[in-house]
């Protein structure tokens, strides 16, 4: 049975993980008092003596809370390689908390708290049979939906989908957005209309027109969406994002020629189906997509060195303008 007093956070969706964390901290610090908390992370975990912290039984109170942020530790390659390094001079943190775990006395409350915790470590797999596990996972499909409905209940079908298009199932964004959309509409229906009036796309979901457009090598309708685009997005955020979609494009068109079949292709391309659907159409237009992102390199150096005309924005956004309205040339 799970113990109540050792207590694991987990899961992708932060802020809701977050908003109960700190509910938790308020009702403790309520009933017990705020001297007897201490937040751990992990950078100071290994500066003290954690069995110490952990075994030490309550002073001046009836129970104490300990919070160990980022713990379990997420895997990372450099962390991995940097452990390896000091283990023989330092104790590994995680391996002390393991060993103790079983030890804490029921008046100590411990929280781990790790939103993408390594799953091979003991730890991890150690919490996941005795802790009192509280996930929190990302919100998606029909769950997200639900979510907004009760949030905003006069927001129209049509709205909704055009509203989780925009904030791209971004829980941080969705919550500001609801915040601003209740403002701007408390009694009246939310229309689509003023989603798209209200809300800012992505930068994902911005840019998808535009390289839509240029995979037909329609320059007209790129040009107009550039434009766009930029009235609410920054040049370089924009132009990063259209070379890294023509390099998938690219990518695409590269391992379709050497006889992939389409599902290993988006597989190993991590691409959505409709997008990838969007440049399998447009293949026979690669040679001229080549020559465009040669151009696009071309113009990244060159505002990079300085040898653009103007200031670096400047000179980024009229290559970036030339190439576009040039996008038909042979």
């Known amino acids: 049975m799970p113990r109540s007093n050792i207590v694991f956070f987990t899961g992708s969706n932060h802020i809701f993980l977050r908003r109960d964390l700190d509910a938790w901290v308020d009702i403790f610090t309520k009933k017990y008092g705020e001297y007897n908390i201490s937040r751990l992370n992990r950078e100071n975990l290994v500066k003290i003596n954690i069995q110490a912290e952990l075994l030490t039984p309550v002073f001046l109170g009836e129970k104490r809370l300990i919070i160990l942020e980022d713990v379990p530790f997420a895997a990372n390659q450099k962390d991995e390689e940097k452990n390896e390094e000091l283990s023989s001079k330092v104790l590994d943190p995680e391996s002390v908390i393991l060993e103790i775990l079983d030890n804490i006395p029921e008046t100590t409350v411990v929280i781990f708290v790790s939103t993408e915790p390594d799953k091979r470590k003991a730890l991890y797999k150690k919490l996941i049979s005795v802790a009192t596990l509280k996930e929190y996972e990302k919100l998606e499909g029909n769950a997200l939906r639900e ?142 997509i080549e020559s465009l992102f040669s151009e696009f390199i071309t113009l990244d150096k060159r505002t990079k060195t300085g040898e653009g005309i103007g200031d670096t924005d400047d000179a980024l956004r009229l290559g970036l303008e030339k190439a576009i309205l040039c996008l038909q040339k042979i």
């Open 147 to 288: 979510y907004i409905r009760k949030k905003l209940p006069h927001m129209d079908i049509s709205a909704l989908s055009r509203f989780i298009e925009y904030t791209g199932a971004d829980i941080n964004r969705i919550e500001s957005e609801i915040d601003k959309l209740a403002l701007y509409k408390q009694d009246e229906w939310i229309t689509e209309n003023d989603i798209k009036t209200t809300v800012i796309p992505t930068i994902e979901t911005s840019i998808f027109t535009l390289t839509d457009a240029v995979f037909l090598l329609d320059n007209s309708t790129a040009h107009r969406e550039l434009l766009q685009i930029l009235e609410t997005h920054n040049i370089h955020q924009v132009f990063t994002t259209l070379i890294s979609t023509i390099r998938t494009f690219l990518y695409v068109a590269k391992l379709l020629s050497m006889n992939y079949e389409p599902s290993e292709v988006q597989s190993l391309l991590k691409i959505h189906p409709y997008a990838f659907e969007k440049m399998r159409k447009n293949m026979k237009h690669r040679k001229r």
